[in-house]
């Protein structure tokens, strides 16, 4: 089991910038990735960010250049930098951790709600 707390959330005008934090505990020894996902209202849950356990990391096209994934290995938090912010990236962030072990498991934050002001 891996539990995750995010926290960074807010209103910021467009052209700002906001940094969101995920705390993961448990079996985090366990994690193959962790990434950022989120969901506007009326669509579905998209990935952002994701890093690996590796440190590779992969972004959304919309992102690619604006937002960038960091990891704290001794805090086991993960971040998401998010610059130059539109009001399209107006939605609810989801922190997640995904275990492969044979079958993939996914853990969910709260979610933490972004909403960028024009």
């Known amino acids: 089991q891996v539990q995750l707390v995010e926290s960074g959330g807010g209103l910021v005008q467009a052209g700002g910038s906001l940094r969101l934090s995920c705390a993961a505990s448990?079996?985090?020894?366990?994690?193959?990735?962790m990434g950022w996902y989120r969901q506007a209202p009326g669509k579905q849950r998209d990935l952002v960010a994701e890093?690996?356990?590796?440190?590779?990391?992969n972004y959304a096209d919309s992102v690619k250049g604006r937002f960038t994934i960091s990891r704290d290995n001794v805090k086991n938090t993960v971040y998401l930098q998010m610059s130059s912010l539109k009001p399209e990236d107006t939605a609810v962030y989801y922190c997640?951790?995904?275990?492969?072990?044979?079958?993939?498991?996914?853990?969910w934050g709260q979610g933490t709600q972004v909403t960028v002001s024009s």
């Open positions: 997640n951790a995904m275990i492969q072990a044979g079958v993939r498991y996914d853990y």
């Open positions: 890093i690996t356990r590796g440190g590779s990391t």
């Open positions: 448990g079996s985090i020894f366990s994690i193959s990735a």
